[in-house]
């Protein structure tokens, strides 16, 4: 049952049809844990026990935070239960957010562990291919995260939850546990309401999310997807002009596959009343990298901020530190995408990025004509090109994250023409266009972009909701009838 699918449109429309007939709170958390287990079920039943075994540790864990210090002593001796009642929690704290970090480490680097230990034995293209989709949980990665946020929130004084079933709702509810939007606790529970019908204008707006999200993913990024596997499964007959059409549309693929997924969650738990926090925001129209990192992937990057950089010291202690701090983060980031060099060098472009960022912004501080420059249109044009281009080459590691791939690539990225046969086989006889034709359709792709970009911030133009509830059928008839013979999953669910 993926999203989206028929099989998960009849799922949702059941679940919305009972959660709005249910009047009670409780009643209506217990009818979202059961079809988010139902749910997981139907992708990977073998680690269901796993994952409630987690809800219920991190639920403890969380009880235990919150636990009162016992101030039954006298005067002399309050001053001893204090500290030991804040190393306690610290204890707790540090147990928690290891045990979760090394659960997560462990399934995410198994491949890496089997390595070390069975060093010439082991070779998992040996086997039928489908072992790492058996050895990793799905939706791990963002489940841990979101125990540790409520972990550390609660160690700063947020409250514990007392009800066992609504945290484990909360960890499991279906729209986003595979793949986000990485959402808070608390935030997420104070929407479980009891209010008596859904909001009109909220169950248009679900409706139009998840037409917009199955175009974005079945219409246009698993076609740009075949585009990107047919040139880059054959590296060594591509040239370089083969090469960056790959890149470009694979930067494309990534950003309409993750958001199209977004999309469609965010439309489903609308259904429900609960609103979902938006995870992108154009990040292909930005003009910098860190405002890149404010609108891509927007739940992880206020993750970082939050649990990672801010605990580091952030920017409050000199520029130097400030680069130290934001070098960690990004690499600490490409690590957990993956555990080939591919993604450390990827975190690392991003992070050189962010401390050149930084080093601009000082310089121009003190320096009047770059100050000029970067607000002037040329400067603004040159930060966005300069922006996007070094994003989309760090693409390249993060598709071709092993050695051997991303080497091959950078050896071929100039000067380099193609296989006689590539262009034939490739785009004429397996897509039916030029390469010329495809350049010219992904750019035209960005200026539709760029036209939603501009008439949505600049001129401040929303559909209504009658055009809305009008075209989703359209969008979902369309993506369905149009969509590739073979339905590509989602890359984030490698993560």
């Known amino acids: 049952m993926t999203l989206p699918s028929i099989l998960y449109g009849l799922f949702l429309l059941s679940v919305v049809g009972l959660y709005w007939a249910l009047q009670q709170r409780s009643l209506r958390t217990w009818l979202l844990l059961i079809a988010s287990i139902v749910f997981y079920t139907s992708l990977?039943?073998?680690y269901v026990p796993l994952m409630l075994a987690l809800v219920a540790i991190n639920f403890w864990l969380g009880r235990v935070l919150q636990m009162p210090a016992d101030w039954r002593v006298s005067n002399e001796q309050w001053q001893m239960a204090e500290q030991q009642w804040y190393r306690r929690r610290r204890y707790w704290l540090t147990f928690g957010v290891a045990l979760n970090v090394l659960l997560l480490l462990g399934f995410k680097y198994v491949e890496t562990w089997l390595k070390w230990l069975v060093p010439d034995g082991f070779n998992p293209e040996v086997a039928d291919g489908s072992w790492l989709a058996i050895a990793f949980p799905l939706g791990l990665s963002f489940f841990t995260f979101e125990c540790i946020a409520y972990l550390v929130d609660v160690y700063r004084g947020a409250p514990a939850t007392n009800s066992l079933p609504e945290f484990a709702a909360y960890k499991l509810?279906?729209?986003?546990?595979?793949?986000?939007?990485i959402t808070r606790f608390h935030s997420f529970t104070s929407q479980l309401t009891n209010q008596p019908s859904l909001n009109f204008s909220w169950a248009v707006e679900g409706l139009w999310l998840i037409g917009i999200g199955a175009v974005?993913?079945?219409?246009?990024?698993?076609?740009?997807?075949t585009l990107v596997n047919l040139s880059l499964d054959n590296l060594e007959r591509a040239g370089s002009w083969d090469l960056w059409l790959a890149i470009f549309a694979y930067g494309l693929q990534l950003y309409l596959d993750f958001s199209g997924y977004v999309d469609v969650a965010r439309g489903s738990a609308l259904l429900m009343g609960i609103n979902l926090p938006q995870n992108f925001n154009f990040p292909y129209m930005t003009t910098s990298i860190a405002d890149f990192w404010r609108r891509w992937h927007i739940t992880l990057g206020d993750w970082l901020r939050n649990y990672l950089y801010f605990p580091l010291g952030g920017s409050r202690q000199g520029l130097t530190r400030t680069a130290i701090n934001l070098m960690i983060v990004m690499l600490i980031a490409g690590v957990w995408h993956g555990n080939t060099w591919g993604f450390v060098i990827w975190g690392g472009i991003h992070g050189l990025a962010l401390i050149g960022h930084r080093l601009n912004h000082a310089i121009a501080q003190g320096w009047q004509p770059l100050q000029q420059f970067w607000r002037q249109p040329w400067g603004v044009v040159t930060a966005w090109a300069a922006t996007q281009f070094?994003?989309?080459?760090?693409w390249l590691f993060f598709r071709l994250p092993e050695p051997r791939?991303?080497?091959?690539?950078?050896?071929?990225?100039?000067g380099v023409n193609s296989d006689a046969q590539f262009a034939q086989k490739v785009y004429v006889e397996s897509l039916g266009l030029t390469a010329p034709q495809l350049w010219s359709l992904l750019w035209l792709l960005v200026a539709v972009m760029m036209f939603i970009y501009f008439a949505q911030r600049e001129l401040k133009l929303q559909l209504n909701w009658p055009v809305k509830l009008l075209l989703v059928p359209l969008m979902l008839f369309t993506a369905w009838q149009f969509a590739p013979s073979e339905t590509l999953s989602y890359i984030y669910f490698d993560f």
């Open 44 to 46: 990977q039943v073998h």
């Open 173 to 181: 509810y279906f729209p986003k546990l595979i793949s986000g939007p």
């Open 216 to 225: 974005k993913k079945v219409l246009i990024a698993d076609h740009i997807g």
């Open 390 to 394: 070094l994003v989309f080459f760090s």
């Open 405 to 414: 791939q991303y080497s091959l690539a950078l050896q071929k990225l100039w």
